[in-house]
């Protein structure tokens, strides 16, 4: 079992910056893609980032093309710890953010598919203001 806490969210007017965090604690070992999923009312949850923890590598990451250049994800290994830097933040960003991990690697270049997420965390809201 893993359990991922979220934190970090709030709300910021337009432009703004925020940093979620997300501890991992449990049987982590197996988890091979971590990520951040967004979902607004009324939409479908959507893959946000996510980074395959197991390569070590912190390029080896997907970004939804509506927050490339704006979001970045990173992992802090020795604190079990996922983040997601949200810079540049728009009204459409306004959702409820959930970290989740997956067994699975993840692809760099298509979305993430949320059944193939076992874990989740309890989410947190971002509201982004004009």
């Known amino acids: 079992q893993v359990q991922l806490v979220e934190s970090g969210g709030g709300s910021v007017q337009t432009g703004g910056s925020l940093r979620l965090s997300c501890a991992a604690s449990?049987?982590?070992?197996?988890?091979?893609?971590m990520g951040w999923f967004r979902q607004a009312p009324g939409n479908e949850r959507e893959g946000v980032a996510v980074?395959?923890?197991?390569?070590?590598?912190?390029?080896?990451?997907y970004y939804a093309d509506s927050v490339k250049g704006r979001f970045t994800i990173s992992q802090d290994y020795a604190k079990n710890t996922l983040y997601l830097q949200m810079n540049r933040l728009k009204a459409e960003d306004t959702a409820m953010y959930y970290c989740?991990?997956?067994?699975?690697?993840?692809?760099?270049?298509?979305?993430?598919?949320?059944?193939?997420?076992?874990?989740w965390g309890q989410g947190t809201q971002v509201t982004v203001s004009s």
């Open positions: 989740a991990a997956s067994r699975t690697y993840c692809s760099n270049h298509y979305p993430p598919n949320p059944p193939n997420f076992l874990y």
């Open positions: 980074i395959n923890t197991s390569s070590g590598l912190a390029d080896d990451t």
């Open positions: 449990g049987y982590t070992d197996g988890n091979n893609c």
